[in-house]
């Protein structure tokens, strides 16, 4: 198994099991390395020691980014647009369904899927011809609910399993939290207007920030429907590319994520930390 693999089965790992605290000699063991070598490693592919990323991520970090004031999304806009990590400038515009494309949802479509090693686990990547039309995470170490969810998604498409065949996409995503400039990714990503405006305005969300479904309500001048922002935010596709985990309840409380809370915590420590 290659270092990039052993990293991401050990961030899903930790996604399904950080509240049991497993320490270092553990995971070593786990990932068939000696402790002081895999601390190594895992600091350098992924930014932070795995100690460090548990307690991030049952501190409930999100929550102190907020009591910290950190920026509301108006100030994200000004702040993150020329920032590291920015993902704005590697899409394509997504586009509004008709109430044709929402009933056909992949009728004659052929969709290549499959699975890649990230510093933020591994990862389900759908594509058609014209790119990227669904990102997800595995559940409790498991494949078959991004899958199950990816085919819901898109009813009438055919599918076709082919890890070499998104190889390309994987080795971008990958690279983008290492602040590699790989190449660029296309969307081929579609919503509703209301949709839309959300997932554009998390896509100005700085890395390492979050922001609360009022503040994206307001910002796209809809300032009493948070709870449809909420719904908006679930129905993004691609996970991560959009980043709706940067979004979370103004109490500070980590929940609503498709992928379960626990990555959400892990994604935003990690994050905070790049």
């Not at 605290?21 to 600091?43: M, N, V, W």
């Not at 993150?80 to 056909?104: K, V, Y």
């Not at 170490?141 to 998604?153: G, I, L, N, Q």
């Amino acid at each position: 198994m290659s270092k990039e693999a052993v990293i991401a089965n050990t961030i899903d790992y930790l996604a399904a099991h950080h509240t049991q605290q497993p320490d270092l000699d553990f995971l070593a063991k786990r990932a068939g390395y000696e402790s002081t070598h895999f601390q190594k490693i895992f600091s350098e592919h992924v930014g932070i020691s795995p100690k460090r990323l548990v307690q991030y991520m049952n501190a409930r970090h999100a929550r102190e980014l907020l009591s910290e004031g950190r920026p509301t999304l108006e100030a994200a806009y000004e702040t993150g647009l020329s920032g590291n990590g920015r993902l704005h400038d590697l899409f394509i515009s997504c586009e509004a369904m008709t109430p044709g494309d929402i009933t056909r949802r992949g009728a004659g479509l052929k969709v290549v899927y499959g699975f890649h090693p990230t510093q933020l686990g591994e990862v389900l990547i759908a594509k058609t011809g014209r790119g990227i039309c669904y990102l997800g995470f595995l559940m409790d170490e498991k494949r078959a609910e991004p899958v199950r969810k990816m085919k819901r998604w898109w009813p009438e498409a055919k599918f076709e399993e082919d890890d070499s065949g998104i190889r390309s996409e994987g080795e971008i995503i990958a690279g983008l939290w290492r602040g590699e400039g790989k190449g660029k990714l296309k969307l081929d990503v579609y919503g509703t207007n209301f949709q839309i405006q959300v997932w554009q305005a998390l896509l100005k969300i700085p890395m390492g920030e979050t922001v609360t479904y009022q503040n994206i309500a307001a910002q796209i001048g809809r300032p009493k429907s948070s709870r449809a922002v909420g719904n908006a935010v679930g129905a993004n596709p691609v996970s991560l590319l959009i980043p709706c985990h940067r979004v979370i309840r103004a109490t500070g409380i980590i929940d609503n994520y498709g992928w379960g809370s626990p990555r959400k915590k892990l994604l935003l420590a990690l994050e905070s930390n790049i």
